[in-house]
C-alpha cells in the first residue's frame, strides 16, 4: 500500500452570523426604552396561537415599527449592517437593497423564553437589545442538523460536532442571520427584564 492518505476536514456549509455592537448605546437604548414603555401601556401582548412560549411580544398585535415614530433611528441602523452583512455574503441586491419589513418588540420576564423556529418569508432576520440585564439569556443558534433520530453521543465539542451555541445579549448589540436560521432564548433565570426587538427583512 502506497504511504498514508493525506486527510483534510472540510466546513462547507457554516451558519454564518453577524454581530454589531453600538460603542456607547446608552443614549439611543434610553430613548428606545421609553418608546417601548409608552407602547407597552397602549399595545396589549399577545403571544400567537402556533408558541407555546410566555412573554410580551408585540408579534401579532404590532409588528410594522419600523413606520411608527421613535423607531426610524434604529430601523436605518438595522437597514445600513444587514447590508453590509449581505454584501459580506455575496448576495446579489440588484434589486434594491435589504428594506425592514415587519418589526416588534419582545420583552422576557423572570422564567420567561421562546421555543426553537425560523423566520419564514424572509431574507435576513435579527434582533437588537435594548436591556440586558446580567445574567438573562442570549440568542441560542441550533444547527440545521440537530434533529437526528440516532444522534450519537458528543465527547467533545466543536465546530464540527456542536448542536447549538449561546450569543450573549448585550446592550445596543445586533445580531444578524439568515432567516432560514433555527434559533430560540432559553427560560430566563434572573427577575431583571430582557428587552429586545427583533425584525426581518428582504
Known amino acids: 500500500m502506497a504511504g498514508e492518505p493525506q486527510r483534510h ?7 454564518v452570523v453577524r454581530t454589531a455592537t453600538l460603542a456607547d448605546p446608552s443614549a439611543f437604548n434610553a430613548r428606545l426604552a ?11 401582548g399577545d403571544v400567537p396561537d402556533s408558541w407555546s412560549c410566555t412573554l410580551y411580544t408585540t408579534f401579532k398585535t404590532a409588528n410594522r415599527l419600523q413606520m411608527e415614530p421613535g423607531f426610524d433611528e434604529l430601523t ?13 455574503l455575496g448576495l446579489d441586491l440588484g434589486n434594491g437593497p435589504l428594506t425592514v419589513r415587519s418589526c416588534w418588540v419582545n420583552i422576557y420576564g423572570a422564567g420567561h423564553s421562546q421555543e426553537v423556529h425560523v423566520h419564514a418569508n424572509s431574507l435576513m432576520s435579527g434582533v437588537y437589545y435594548v436591556k440586558a440585564p ?4 442570549g440568542l441560542m443558534i441550533h444547527s440545521p442538523f440537530g434533529d437526528e433520530m440516532l ?4 465527547v467533545e465539542q466543536s465546530p464540527a460536532t456542536m448542536l447549538f451555541d449561546e450569543i450573549p445579549a448585550s446592550e445596543g448589540g ?7 436560521t433555527r434559533h430560540s432564548v432559553r427560560p430566563n433565570p434572573v427577575p431583571g ?4 426587538i427583533a425584525f426581518n427583512l428582504s
Do not use: C, K, Y
Not at 436605518?76 to 459580506?88: G, L, P, V
Not at 444522534?151 to 458528543?154: D, L, N, S
Not at 445586533?174 to 432560514?180: C, Q
Not at 427584564?193 to 429586545?196: D, M
Open 151 to 154: 444522534a450519537p453521543e458528543i
Open 174 to 180: 445586533m445580531i444578524l442571520f439568515r432567516s432560514w
Open 34 to 44: 421609553q418608546t417601548i414603555a409608552d407602547l407597552r401601556v397602549r399595545v396589549p
Open 193 to 196: 427584564e430582557r428587552i429586545s
Open 134 to 137: 446580567a445574567g438573562v439569556p
Open 76 to 88: 436605518a441602523h438595522i437597514e445600513r449592517e444587514a447590508n453590509a452583512f449581505a454584501r459580506d
Open 9 to 15: 476536514v472540510n466546513f462547507l456549509f457554516p451558519t
